[in-house]
């Protein structure tokens, strides 16, 4: 496997159901992201983990919850999802999270629905 | 907080024809302008990327200018082919703070016509 993959490329899910979004980059990357793409809507940065550290939350609800065991995977766990919540989910990485700005490479995206 | 918009949302050219994509931001601090591709069923893919210390870069068929005074960069496809269709994004980085930051538009559709 080369670059940022994700499983599974497509969850439907249940509004009471617990699932969770893995992304696992093979770049050597230290910064991993989440982002959410929905219909007609700018990609919304979610989360953000710099050396395994949680360096953003952008607000996002608690149903979603980062977890970044080392620097190579991230997983987004999703707890009582609304269906407001269904959208394409983007992991990316980058080599740093630091003073100078480095470049971001995509997974494919897992497309979510929430029934 | 850094803002940007671009235009237009959907552009259809013959192929062999330019296509010009063009985005606009809000922060004067911003310093690093990368476009992204994204094909139907993946994920977006960095096609070029341009900083702020630069006015102008090409690869190929592929180009992106940067106006830092009127704060608006474009994306400059020549000599268009059919694989071009895709949505493109430009994206903007806050340069105050939050260096890791993308602030994307809201992408274009681009169509070549055969």
């Known amino acids: 496997e080369t670059g940022v993959t994700q499983t599974p490329r497509h969850l439907v899910m249940g509004m009471t159901n617990k699932k969770s979004l893995k992304c696992e980059q093979h770049l050597g ?3 991993m992201y989440w982002y959410k793409q929905s219909a007609k ?3 919304e940065l979610m989360f953000v983990y710099s050396l395994e550290e949680r360096v953003e939350n952008n607000s996002v609800p608690s149903r979603f919850s980062p977890e970044c065991p080392n620097s190579s995977h991230l997983f987004l766990h999703l707890h009582t999802l ?3 919540d269904s959208a394409l989910y983007l ?3 980058s080599q740093g999270a630091g003073v100078v700005v480095s470049e971001q490479y995509f997974g ?3 497309r979510l629905t929430v029934t | 907080g850094e803002n940007v918009e671009q235009h237009p949302s959907t552009l259809s050219v013959q192929e062999g024809d330019s296509a010009v994509i063009k985005c606009t931001y809000s922060d004067s601090a911003s310093n690093y302008f990368p476009w992204y591709k994204q094909e139907l069923g993946k994920g977006p893919q960095l096609i070029i990327d341009i900083r ?3 006015g102008e870069k090409k690869d190929q068929r592929i180009a992106v200018t940067l106006n830092k ?3 608006h960069f474009s994306l400059h496809i020549t000599e268009t082919q059919p694989e071009d269709s895709a949505v493109y994004f430009c994206a903007a980085t ?3 703070d939050s260096s890791y930051k993308l602030i994307f538009g809201s992408g274009t559709r681009l169509l070549v016509r055969p």
Do not use: I, M
């Open chain 1, 108 to 110: 494919p995206g897992t």
């Open chain 2, 69 to 71: 005074t009127a704060k």
């Open chain 1, 91 to 93: 992991c990316a990485s």
């Open chain 2, 94 to 96: 806050p340069g105050r």
């Open chain 1, 41 to 43: 809507k700018p990609l």
């Open chain 2, 52 to 54: 702020s210390n630069v």
């Open chain 1, 82 to 84: 609304q269906p407001e």
């Open chain 1, 29 to 31: 990357h230290n910064a």
